[in-house]
T-cell receptor
């Protein structure tokens, strides 16, 4: 596609439930990034993939969060046993290569945990 | 640990004014720096990317400068318009990931 797409755009769930957030990067981009943006804050890094492997997952807050990119394109961010504090906008970005190369962002998924 | 700060946190100005948004970072060993715009409820739109070897970048009414030695970048907006109203985010590239500031919320009124 022309840009990074994310689905769903909005997700409302109940505390304790499992959610999956999807990201489709720009075609041909090898690097994919996940960020989380809480209300009134700047985005914070979660994890990034170079190809199929997670090159840096140092931003994942705890073991309830997990992400995969099995074929090196689409990525899924998975959150188990959701908590109210997980409510945020989850942003995905991709870049042609890894490294300090311009990242292009998707519209985000707004997650609300009730 | 790299920290990015943006001043002011919010700004409200009449249309036509020239504006300066400030961004500072604690570790001068950055690669590139990027300015983004974020409209309410939307994702990030890239405005300008300044590579570490550059001092400034310009696009239309926007000009961004970078002074690595002092840990500062400024975004200059000329002749502001109501359509410029948004949150402006500064981010530095820390090897592979972006470190963001908390943003400047700009409102330009007619």
């Amino acid at each position: 596609g022309a840009g990074v797409s994310q689905t769903p755009s909005n997700k409302v769930t109940e505390k304790g439930k499992y959610v999956e957030l999807r990201c489709d990067p720009i075609s041909g981009h090898t690097a994919l990034y996940w960020y989380r943006q809480s209300l009134g804050q700047g985005p914070e890094f979660l994890i990034y993939f170079q190809g199929t492997g997670a090159a840096d997952d140092s931003g994942l807050p705890n073991d309830r969060f997990f992400a995969v990119r099995p074929e090196g394109s689409v990525s899924t961010l998975k959150i188990q046993r959701t908590e109210r504090g997980d409510s945020a906008v989850y942003l995905c970005a991709s870049s042609l290569l890894a490294g300090a190369v311009e990242q292009f962002f998707g519209p985000g998924t707004r997650l609300t945990v009730l | 640990k790299q920290e990015v700060t943006q001043i002011p946190a919010a700004l409200s100005v009449p249309e036509g004014e020239n504006l300066v948004l400030n961004c500072s970072f604690t570790d001068s060993a950055i690669y590139n720096l990027q300015w983004f715009r974020q409209d309410p409820g939307k994702g990030l739109t890239s405005l300008l990317l300044i590579q570490s070897s550059q001092r400034e970048q310009t696009s239309g009414r926007l000009n961004a400068s970078l002074d690595k030695s002092s840990g500062r970048s400024t975004l200059y907006i000329a002749a502001s318009q109501p359509g410029d109203s948004a949150t402006y985010l500064c981010a530095v590239y820390n090897t592979d990931k972006l470190i963001f500031g908390t943003g400047t919320r700009l409102q330009v009124f007619p």
